[in-house]
Every structure is written in C-alpha cells, then in structure tokens.
C-alpha cells in the first residue's frame, strides 16, 4: 500500500495556513505547527479500539458487582490511562497494569473492598487473544480516517501488540497494506511481528521508511502517555494524545478529543 508521499524536501505546503489556534479552547493543548505535518502515523489501542464490555463482564460474572452501562466502560480505558501516565515504571512490570486496571474497575462501578477478587478474576483476560478484549471499534475514529485519506496524506499504523494487527484492522474496516475493501496504509507495525515495543523508538522505524517522511514531519496519534507520548517524542516525532474525557489537562502535550478534530486542524473544520 502506497499512499502519495509528500516529501521532506517539498517543505511546509503555503496553501495550508497554520491552525494553531483551531483548538484554542481550555482544556486543549497544541503543540505543532499543523503545516509541518508531511504523514500521520495512528496507534490502534484507544484510537481505533477500546476493550468491549462483554468479555469484562463476563471475567467478573462470579462477583456480586453491580456494573455500570456501557458509557461507564468507555470512560473507563481512559480513565485507567490516565492512572498510569504519572508512572515512572515500565509496562513490563505488572504494578504498571494493575494501576489500569484498579482505575478501570473503578469506573465501572466496583468498590474498593470488592477490587481484590475483582482484580483475580481480571486475570483471565490476559490468557485471551488481544482480538477477544479489544474490539469496540471507536467508530466515529475509524470514519474520520477517510478525511485524512481524501487530503492525500499518507498513514500508517504503529501498535503494542500480538502480531495479529493487520488482522485487527482488517476485521473492523479500518484499513490494510496495499490495495482492498479499506483505506490503503503505507504500513502496520506490531510489536508482536517487529520484536521491539513502543515507547522504544526504535518501532516507528519501519513506519517511517514505509512513508518516506522524516520524524520531525511525521504526527504520531496515540492514547498512552508512557508509550505514545514518551515513545514517539524519544523518536523526534511531533505526538497528539486522544484524551476525549479531558483527563490530562495537567499534563504538557497536545491533546485533541477524537480523530475529527485533529482532521480540523491538519485540513480545516469539514
């Protein structure tokens, strides 16, 4: 898949004035220039798909818990990135998730006392495939990846994963390598296939060669803090968080709501 390229060489596009001000609002953080972007590369997790609440309510069926509503396990996944993006610890080590996933519970309405045998009974998630938790397409997301696609600007994919990602993508319609039924992205990096995980910068490597663009003209979108943030900046590439619950405001790096207001930024409002 092979999308145009704009090249490093053409430099910042005249025809495209700066936008810095297009999210000007509190609460909302910019911090590039909307015109140096030559390609944009998307995270999976928390852009494209969030954990379903089936499997969550399935592992916890054995606990007398009352669940929240589905809106509850949306806000959730945020709510438990936001619980580790103060951490100074790698996601390698397992306090890094159980903060997630004590911040995920929260959400949905377990109490304190009940968290511990909540916590077991998490674990069999873990023994899931990745496809089996994450798969509530974030569908307002995966709709606005057209308006990136109809602007000509080239996309690829950098996941933490399983080395099933393409699969993802493909399965939920939101895009594959080369020509199909999707939109065409220059690549699908999973951390599960390449042997190296963000926030290494090492895996936007293959990105990057994909597209033909430099970091420093390359956005990076993710929802992680630790890994997204953290690893596209140790790669030297611009990044914009997906906050939509304004849960990082203390924190310093973009952030926009969801994929249509940074298409509003990088083409103006549609």
């Known amino acids: 898949m092979m999308a145009t390229l704009f090249s490093s060489s053409m430099g910042c596009d005249a025809s495209r004035p700066s936008r810095l001000r297009a999210l000007s609002t509190p609460g909302w953080l910019l911090m590039f220039d909307p015109v140096a972007i030559d390609a944009v590369v998307f995270d999976i997790g928390g852009v494209f798909l969030v954990p379903h609440p089936d499997p969550v309510r399935e592992a916890l069926a ?56 909540c916590l077991v009974a998490w674990a069999s998630l873990y023994n899931q495939p990745v496809q089996v938790t994450w798969r509530w397409p974030q569908q307002h997301n995966i709709d606005a990846l057209a308006r990136f696609v109809v602007a000509s600007m080239p996309i690829a994919i950098v996941s933490n994963n399983d080395g099933t990602a393409p699969e993802q993508m493909r399965s939920f319609g939101v895009c594959q390598v080369g020509d199909g039924p999707f939109h065409s992205v220059a690549a699908i990096v999973d951390s599960g296939t390449v042997g190296v995980a963000k926030p290494d910068p090492a895996i936007f490597t293959p990105a990057l060669e994909a597209l033909g663009t430099v970091a420093s003209r390359t956005l990076y979108v993710g929802d992680m803090v630790h890994a997204d943030v953290r690893g596209a900046e140790a790669a030297g590439m611009p990044v914009v968080q997906i906050d939509p619950y304004r849960l990082h405001e203390s924190f310093a790096h973009a952030r926009v709501p969801h994929l249509d207001a940074l298409a509003d930024l990088l083409f103006g409002a549609a």
């Not at 054995?62 to 103060?86: E, K």
């Open 62 to 117: 054995s606990i007398n818990v009352a669940l929240g509503d589905d809106d509850a396990f949306h806000r959730a996944h945020y709510g438990g990135v936001h619980a580790v993006s103060a951490l100074d610890i790698p996601e390698t080590d397992p306090a890094f998730w159980r903060h997630y996933v004590l911040a995920y519970l929260r959400e949905i309405g377990v109490r304190d006392d009940q968290a511990e045998s």
